[in-house]
Every structure is written in C-alpha cells, then in structure tokens.
C-alpha cells in the first residue's frame, strides 16, 4: 500500500519566492498534519484538517503560510513570499482518524538562499 | 501546554545490548497518548509503539517495550537485542483524544535522542 506522498523531496529557492509543498495522505484517512523540523525548535505541528477541514493552523508561523486541502486526496503548504529562516524539512502526516496513529511522509527538504 | 522532555540528547549501546531512552511529559489530562518514533539517516518518521495512558499495561512491540509510570510522567523506551538498524534520532510524543485539549489529536515531540549502535 502506498503511504503518504510528499513532493518535492527536495526544493532549494531563492529568498522572495513562491514555494508549494504537496501532499497526498493514504487512501482513506480522514486526518492530515503538516509539520516542520528544524535543529533550533525541533518537530512542530504548523496545522491540522480533519474531513478536508483546518482544524487548528495555530502554528502557522505567519500570514506567509497557508495551507489547502481542497479534497481528501491532497493538500498544499505555500510558503510566499519564502524567507532563509523558512529553511527546514516539512512533514506531511495522516492518520485514519483524528486519534489514531499518525503515518509520515518522507518529508521536504527546503532550502531558502 | 503539555510538554515533552528527552533528558538524553544521545545514547550508545553495543550490538546485541539493551538501552533504555527517556521520556518525561507534563499534562494536567488524564486521558492521552504516548508514542515512540524513530527517525533513521533517511529522515524517515517511523511510528515504533504507542500507549494509551488508561491501560496499565506497559505495551510492546517485538524487541521494544515501555516502561509507562503514569504518576511519575514518565515513559522510556526499551531496545532489547539492538541491532544496527536500530540507530536513529528517537522522539517521544504526546497527544490528547479530548476533543477540548489544546493536543487533541497533534502530536507534541520532544527533543530527540540520538541513539547509536555500535558492532
């Protein structure tokens, strides 16, 4: 069974830039989160859907985030315009339900120059 | 806010030894869950076990149990047998099932451990 999928694996942008992450959950889920990790602040949780609905975007760091999932089978992260600090891996995530074990994608590695 | 501490940024055992990681948290809810997650050179997150904080029973999966002190906070990780492909960063998490806690359903990490497995 295919697990979640993330695209790209790798993204490097210069500063100013329009970037989109994309994510496709496994089939069936209801739940997807949206993490980043960075040696500074470690793994955090920028915004969750349940039901293709946002559920909590308190982590979105700032209005230059923004997350969709205009279906069940996908979502984006943009970032724009991107900044070096936005430099980090960003992690997609589903679970069947919102309670149940959550299941990770290979990540997105972001490098902002 | 619930909290995730790992008190060991790195570890070390031999092949075909037993290591324990750390894990304490802080919640004032009763009702919630623990994970273990392993995160190999790949960068991979792979979940590894789970405990729900109303069963006693610690869980187990395999060659890896915990050790779940629930008045304590605590919840450690065992590795028994550790082979190679046990070397990872390992994260230990917390979230909540109440709909009206503020971890209802997101994963809260911690630090990480580095754990290294030598032959």
């Known amino acids: 069974d295919a697990g979640v999928i993330q695209s790209p694996r790798h993204e490097v942008t210069e500063m100013g830039q329009e970037v989109t992450l994309r994510c496709k959950p496994i089939s069936g889920h209801n739940s997807l989160f949206w993490y980043r990790q960075t040696m500074m602040r470690g793994l955090e949780l920028l915004i969750y859907f349940n039901n293709n609905v946002p559920i909590d975007d308190s982590g979105m760091p700032e209005d230059r985030f923004s997350a969709k999932m205009p279906n069940a089978s996908f979502s984006t992260l943009k970032i724009q315009p991107s900044e070096p600090r936005d430099s980090a891996v960003y992690f997609c995530a589903s679970s069947l339900t919102i309670n149940q074990p959550q299941h990770f994608g290979d990540g997105t590695r972001l490098s902002i120059l | 806010a619930q909290t995730v501490t790992q008190s060991q940024p790195e570890m070390s055992v031999q092949e075909a030894e037993t290591v324990t990681l750390s894990c304490t948290y802080d919640?004032?809810?009763?009702?919630?869950?623990l994970f273990w997650y392993k995160q190999p050179p790949s960068r991979q997150m792979i979940l590894v076990i789970r405990q729900e904080a109303y069963k006693q029973q610690n869980a187990t999966e395999n060659r890896f149990s915990v050790n779940f002190q629930k008045a304590a906070k605590s919840f450690s990780l065992k590795i028994s047998d550790s082979q190679l492909g046990d070397a990872a960063m390992y994260f230990c998490?917390?979230?909540?099932?109440?709909?009206?806690?503020?971890?209802?359903?997101?994963?809260?990490f911690g630090q990480g451990t580095i754990l290294t497995v030598h032959p």
């Open positions: 919640t004032s809810e009763s009702d919630y869950y």
């Open positions: 998490a917390y979230s909540t099932p109440n709909a009206g806690g503020t971890s209802y359903g997101k994963l809260t």
